[in-house]
Antibody
């Protein structure tokens, strides 16, 4: 059974940093593209960052230069380092597995971890 | 960025109804298009990928169609568990934008 378990969310002050983790199990992690998708309270979905089919890292403009996605295939874990956080980054952050080697669509999602940016 | 718009933003329907949701892309995206269902407090679930391919395990009452800029999701014989918010997404170009969602309410 595919499982994605996010952790690392919490309350952080504006300008602060946070590192999210997503522990994956139940599939060959290294064979699939992975992404982070966020959802602000009461709002829609926003793709944040992911790995392309070639393994390159890709980002939404809203987080480019501030967020860094990475993965450790030996630990079956996806990460999102988030720096220079602002209130606009407050959201539930989901880790999502791609259906194939391509970045999207996403066939499995974690339960999400809440990031709150506030003073 | 490719903008995705959905209509209606919400609709009320009854169990057993046939409902059609639409999504439009701001430019042609071929069939690089997906539909997701999200229930309150839960992560989204993939319903349709490649515009018309039913994802594994999704009931056959869901179907998708479209090409280019206009896409539809049809739910035949709406069931109680189908009341949710539906999001479309383009997978043609980075950033992989979602539509704002259509919320399906119980009438």
């Amino acid at each position: 059974e595919v499982q994605l378990l996010e952790s690392g969310g919490g309350l952080v002050q504006p300008g602060g940093s946070l590192r999210l983790s997503c522990a994956a199990s139940g599939f060959s992690f290294s064979d699939y593209a992975m992404s982070w998708v966020r959802q602000a309270p009461g709002k829609g979905l926003e793709w944040v960052s992911g790995f392309s089919g070639s393994g390159a890292t890709i980002y939404a403009d809203s987080v480019k230069g501030r967020f860094t996605i990475s993965r450790d295939n030996s630990k079956n874990t996806l990460y999102l380092q988030m720096d220079s956080l602002s209130a606009d980054d407050t959201a539930v952050y989901y880790c999502a597995k791609a259906l194939s080697v391509l970045t999207v669509p996403f066939d499995y999602w974690g339960q999400g971890t809440l990031v709150s940016v506030s003073s | 960025d490719i903008q995705m718009t959905q209509s209606p933003s919400s609709l009320s329907a009854s169990v057993g109804d046939r409902v059609t949701l639409t999504c439009r892309a701001s430019q042609s995206i071929n069939i690089y298009f997906n539909w997701y269902q999200q229930k309150p407090g839960k992560a989204p679930n993939l319903l349709i990928h490649g515009a018309s391919n039913l994802h594994s395990g999704v009931p056959s009452r869901f179907s998708g169609s479209g090409f280019g800029t206009n896409f539809t999701l049809t739910i035949n014989s709406l069931q109680p568990e189908d009341f949710a918010t539906y999001y479309c997404q383009q997978s043609y170009r980075v950033p992989f934008t979602f539509g704002p969602g259509t919320k399906v309410h119980i009438k």
